[in-house]
């Protein structure tokens, strides 16, 4: 297929530099990002993984603001 294309410059910048590495054709490069673009967007999605750790016993209440800025604040809190 044949078409035109419009390249913003830091694309067409990468894409001469790639074709310039591996010796090909401007179609040839572009062919082979898109692919490996394509084949990314595909592909499934890792699924989320949280790594947690045990922090302990609180120091300050969580469930009390007022408590925590006593605490906090001393006699400045008012």
């Known amino acids: 297929m044949r078409t035109t294309i419009t390249l913003d410059a830091d694309v067409a910048r990468a894409v ?3 074709r310039r590495e591996r010796g090909v054709g401007v179609s040839e490069i ?3 990002l898109a692919r490996r673009g394509l084949a990314r967007s595909e592909a499934e999605p890792r ?3 949280q790594n947690v750790s045990a922090m302990g ?3 300050l209440p969580l469930d009390d ?3 925590t800025l006593a605490i906090l604040e001393g006699d ?3």
């Open 65 to 67: 603001i007022e408590e």
């Open 76 to 78: 400045a809190h008012g």
């Open 57 to 59: 016993r609180p120091r």
């Open 16 to 18: 001469e530099e790639a």
């Open 30 to 32: 572009v062919n082979a």
């Open 47 to 49: 699924p989320f993984h």
